[in-house]
């Protein structure tokens, strides 16, 4: 028997102790809000393993129930984003759905696998491939992320924001630096008021952990402002169930400032916490260990007791607030020191400054 098959409660499984981390179950945490699910439980989602519906005038939104993207009819061949493995064969059924038209294009939004490692599906079609110059460098680079199994390389690239007509469609491309990840652009049709930005919010959710992974926490956070400078009916952004409103964008990105602004108090106060004296300098990580958890945890409930403007608590209004919002805590904290420069009191306290 394994390891991972040897019986035992969640949180005794691997006896791993202060090493590990806690297991949970959905008891410990609050129920979805009702439109939290989303496409999730939809009929045909259910039926056929993809939901697709049109977000504006030949634009539509596919999702699997937990990734999606977004294409565009153009009358002359459709653009695609994206080809998350999650969805697989279903982007192409999904599109079938809606035109005849092939696809013609394909504009990856970033590097990351879980976003465009179906894109092999679309290579007998000689797509016209495109991205930023620094997803092409990362998909040359490492082969296994795709190209070994057909991931078309891209065939043109930008470095800075640039445009693409198919057919008289409109396509902003539009790269604002880096985010997420570096080269990760926004693909904005405007006639159809439809945005891809993928990787910064999550419609009616908290983001996924720490900061839905992202390599550059400060650039995500200023991401969710770049989302809402434009005039968009849908936002489709990976992830979870459903494409998200202007008002889903503000929501996100107030939650976000609300996360910085409290980890911003929590360094400011960051000597005032009580684990130095419990824990001393002689094991330097366990100090550290608990200065990070006493403040992640500060700014956690001072973040999901906010009652924000339409009455309710983060906790409340964002599903799985109260499961992600310590992620994004401490890789803000940690952004905050590595990324914005802030020096904490904590860190004022162990190395006085000269003359103090
Ligand atoms: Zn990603």
């Not at 065939?155 to 800075?160: A, G, H, M, Q, V």
């Not at 999550?202 to 400060?218: L, V």
């Not at 958890?293 to 109260?322: I, S």
Request: net charge negative; hydrophobic share 35%.
């Amino acid at each position: 028997m394994t390891d991972f098959q040897k019986p035992g409660t969640p949180t005794d499984r691997h006896q791993l102790g202060a090493a590990g981390m806690p297991l949970n179950t959905l008891a410990d945490y609050r129920p979805i809000p009702a439109d939290g699910y989303g496409a999730l439980f939809l009929p045909d989602r259910l039926a056929k393993g993809y939901h697709v519906e049109e977000i504006n005038d030949g634009a539509y939104y596919v999702t699997s129930g937990a990734y999606d993207t977004m294409f565009v009819r153009t009358g002359n061949g459709v653009v695609l984003v994206d080809a998350p493995p999650l969805l697989g064969e279903n982007l192409k059924r999904a599109i079938a759905e809606v035109t005849d038209e092939p696809v013609t294009h394909l504009i990856y939004s970033h590097w990351h696998s879980d976003h465009i490692g179906a894109a092999g599906i679309f290579a007998a079609d000689k797509p016209k491939v495109i991205s930023h110059d620094y997803t092409r460098e990362m998909i040359q680079r490492w082969p296994d992320l795709g190209g070994e199994r057909g991931l078309p390389v891209p065939t043109e690239t930008i470095t800075e924001s640039d445009t693409l007509d198919v057919n008289g469609v409109r396509f902003n491309l539009d790269y604002h630096g880096v985010n997420h990840t570096p080269g990760n652009i926004f693909i904005y049709a405007p006639q159809q008021k439809a945005l891809a930005a993928i990787d910064i919010i999550s419609p009616g959710w908290s983001a996924f952990k720490h900061c839905d992974a992202s390599e550059n926490i400060r650039g995500w956070a200023e991401a969710h402002d770049w989302i809402l400078q434009y005039d968009f009916k849908g936002v489709v952004s990976g992830h979870v169930n459903r494409y998200g409103t202007p008002e889903d964008a503000k929501a996100s990105r107030d939650y976000t400032n609300d996360i910085v602004e409290f980890s911003k108090e929590a360094l400011d106060h960051g000597q005032e916490f009580e684990y130095i004296e419990r824990i001393g300098f002689s094991n330097a990580w366990v100090l550290w260990e608990n200065y990070f958890n006493e403040m992640t945890n500060y700014v956690t409930k001072k973040t999901l007791e906010k009652v924000t403007d339409n009455g309710q608590t983060w906790a409340q209004r964002l599903a799985g607030a109260d499961v992600m919002t310590k992620y994004h805590a401490y890789s803000v904290l940690e952004a905050l020191r590595l990324e914005y420069g802030m020096v904490s009191g904590f860190e004022k306290l162990i190395i006085p400054q000269s003359g103090e």
